[in-house]
């Protein structure tokens, strides 16, 4: 198995099974993480020993809680856009990858996580874990996100999910066609791993090539996107709300717990 402190490789059969490993806060996206992750898909992909990637999460609780908001919270007008570039290049790491890459979401995927598991080819989840875009119930546009899911579903659902901020079961999702595969959760990992091990058993040229059709088609669209979240999260950062909602949220998170006391 291959180590960083963020993210784990471990290589079965010819299948690269990689997880965002920072379970103590929902593998959360921090710096680490994202040159982390976007390092070790390139590695993969040029690896010739490996025929497919499953991209899952650490932990029971979450594939990946969405950015870490000490992280954000660390954030102003002057550093947002060279951050949300080290983002966005995270992304195309994931969309980059000529290998077939199937997410396994063991757990909770919001916001960055969310956005990573759409840009996988397939997904597999089970029908109780939550996923979507809450991004505007923490002051920020949802740009990017609005964009992926526009690849899977509906203006009218999009539009209600990106402006609503509500979060789906998987089992909606699957209904929706967000995810491909609905099992139970012990059988997330090793339906993905079937489900990749069948995708890299197909001719390579002909799975490559088509991936890589995918990827055009869409690529402009995606650069757009990633263009536009930053201008309008500087609009939103210039405002001051998400800087005003992640402050009470960790104010919350830190606040010392208190007991109740029992009654004789």
């Known amino acids: 198995m291959q180590r960083t402190d963020t993210v784990q490789v ?10 965002l490993h920072r379970p103590a806060v929902m593998n959360a996206v921090n710096a680490e993480l994202r040159a ?3 390092e070790q898909l390139r590695a993969l992909d040029a690896n010739r020993d490996v025929g497919a990637i499953v991209l899952t999460g650490s932990g029971e609780r979450a594939f990946c809680g969405g950015q870490d908001l000490d ?4 954030i102003d007008t002057d550093t947002l856009a060279g951050w949300l570039n080290r983002q966005h290049a995270m992304y195309q790491a994931v969309r980059d990858v000529s290998k077939p890459i199937v997410a ?13 598991a759409l840009m996988c080819d ?4 089970h029908p109780t874990l939550r996923m979507g875009q809450p991004e505007v119930k923490a002051g920020l546009a949802s740009i990017v996100g609005s964009y992926l899911m ?3 579903i509906g ?8 402006l609503t901020g509500e979060l789906i079961t998987g089992e909606r999702a699957h209904a929706l066609g967000l995810v491909n595969d609905l099992v139970a959760p012990e059988q997330v990992l090793p339906r993905a791993l079937e489900r990749a091990r069948a995708l890299a058993a197909l001719p390579g040229a002909a799975l490559r090539t088509t991936k890589q059709r995918f990827r055009e088609r869409t690529q402009a669209g995606f650069d757009d996107a990633c263009s536009a979240g930053i201008r309008y999260q500087l609009e939103c950062y210039s405002t001051g709300e998400p800087q005003r ?3 009470e949220f960790l104010a919350r998170r830190d606040a010392p717990k208190t007991s109740n006391p029992s009654k004789d």
């Open 10 to 19: 471990d290589i079965q059969d010819g299948t690269a099974v990689v997880r």
């Open 36 to 38: 982390a992750l976007g």
């Open 71 to 74: 992280e954000s919270a660390t």
């Open 104 to 116: 396994a979401l063991n757990g909770t995927a919001v916001g960055a996580g969310f956005q990573m």
């Open 122 to 125: 397939l997904r597999v989840a």
């Open 150 to 152: 526009s690849l899977q």
């Open 155 to 162: 203006h009218s659902l999009n539009q209600q999910l990106s």
């Open 245 to 247: 909602v992640m402050r």
